[in-house]
């Protein structure tokens, strides 16, 4: 059965940077796409930003200039890079992946992980 892993997620201060990867059990190649979702209090999930077998990807515009997704292959993971965190982008991250360009709904999830950004 597919797993998704996620880590990396904890406290930082408004302003700075924090990295979450995602681990997969076996090959993501047969991911066509891989992506990143969050939950903040209160509010429905979210899509952060998606990457396709390939290298294209796409953001939220609320972390456009502000998060890199890239996914690695040879290690099975895929990352977010957040700079320039602010404390709206405190949630749980959901790493999230499907084998079909085709569509938009994920089929398979992690756990989720936190992130808090403090003022």
């Known amino acids: 059965q597919v797993q998704l892993v996620e880590s990396g997620g904890g406290l930082v201060q408004a302003g700075g940077s924090l990295r979450l990867s995602c681990a997969a059990s076996?090959?993501?190649?047969?991911?066509?796409?891989m992506g990143w979702y969050r939950q903040a209090p209160g509010k429905q999930r979210e899509l952060v930003a998606t990457?396709?077998?390939?290298?294209?990807?796409n953001y939220a515009d609320s972390v456009k200039g502000r998060f890199t997704i890239s996914r690695d292959d040879a290690e099975n993971t895929v990352s977010l890079q957040m700079n320039s965190l602010k404390p709206e982008d405190t949630a749980v991250y959901y790493c999230?992946?499907?084998?079909?360009?085709?569509?938009?709904?994920?089929?398979?999830w992690g756990k989720g992980i936190l992130v808090t950004v403090s003022s």
């Open positions: 999230a992946a499907k084998h079909s360009r085709i569509g938009t709904l994920m089929d398979y």
């Open positions: 990457i396709i077998s390939g290298g294209s990807s």
């Open positions: 076996g090959s993501i190649f047969s991911f066509n796409v």
